[in-house]
């Protein structure tokens, strides 16, 4: 794809919506004439707009693999989230994509063990991973996903997680949410606390997204547990703004968020200033 073709919105149709939480949908969109608006790889954005209203950077949720639909998880926290959420089957919406790099499936993470660790709408970005690594099960190795939110009902795609993702071969799903309620009996606590008692295997592959505080105690929890800053990938499409490199607003030192991230090794990050 061009960069021309990055750089103008497309008309998509919203053609299915799932509402996965209270403030969370999943929405399927196609291009006009049908199929998808354009291809993307695992981690990989799109900027969603309502002409009119605003416009922001969201996480491809679905996998590549996927070839007839593109799907978006969204959380309902704004003025153009309101609206986006307001929309029904049959209205348009305008995309422009893809943004970014990607997770390595091709190259770093193939064939390794990967640990799959994230919090409330943070599985979105990993979700399109996942999906890719189960479509091409025999290109990877054991499968953790480790996903925590604050209720039951926070668990963005539960439905999938249990019908497909714990019945996949060699995965482990792995809940947890953070206070105990009548209808879980699952595990209840942070996880950055869970993943520590779960005393993974530090020869995994780790690949992490969720709110700043999470993704920081999980880090230490991490390097306690006896794994390098190598070995731990995340995602910080949040800081993108423009995509493209232009609006400065995702520069940091030497690096932009757009252009050279979002998906960065942690060691990769250790290069830029305290303030990121």
């Known amino acids: 794809m061009s960069r021309n073709d990055m750089l103008i919105p497309k008309v998509a149709v919203i053609t299915g919506i799932t509402t996965q939480t209270p403030d969370v949908k999943t929405y399927k969109v196609n291009a006009p004439e049908g199929g998808k608006p354009f291809e993307h790889m695992p981690g990989q954005c799109a900027m969603l707009s309502i002409p009119g209203i605003s ?3 969201i996480s491809i949720t679905s996998s590549p693999t996927n070839k ?3 799907e978006f998880s ?3 926290c704004g003025c153009l989230t309101e609206a986006i959420h307001a929309l029904e089957e049959g209205d348009e919406i305008t995309v422009r994509g893809p943004l970014g790099n990607h997770f390595p499936v091709e190259s ?3 064939g390794k063990d990967l640990v799959f660790i994230a919090g409330g709408i943070g599985l979105a970005p990993l979700r399109s991973v996942i999906n890719y690594c189960l479509d091409n099960r025999d290109d990877y190795g054991e499968i953790d996903i480790v996903y925590g939110s604050r209720t039951k009902q926070d668990l963005v795609g539960f439905e999938e997680i249990q019908n497909v ?3 996949a071969p060699n995965v482990n799903v792995y809940l947890t949410i953070d206070n105990p309620q009548e209808d879980w009996d699952g595990h209840v606590g942070f996880v950055p606390n869970y993943v520590k008692e779960l005393n993974l295997s530090v020869d995994k592959t780790v690949l992490m997204c969720g709110p700043p505080i999470m993704i920081k105690f999980t880090l230490q929890g991490l390097i306690e547990l006896g794994f390098t800053k190598e070995q731990i990938y995340t995602t910080m499409e949040l800081r993108m703004k423009c995509g493209i490199g232009k609006c400065g607003r995702c520069n940091i030192g030497s690096k932009y968020v757009c252009k050279d991230g979002p998906v960065f090794r942690f060691d990769e ?4 200033p305290d303030e990121y």
């Open 74 to 76: 969204i959380k309902r």
């Open 68 to 70: 007839e639909y593109m």
């Open 55 to 57: 416009e922001a950077m």
């Open 108 to 110: 770093e993470l193939k």
């Open 269 to 272: 990050l250790d290069e830029l």
């Open 165 to 167: 993702w714990a019945k």
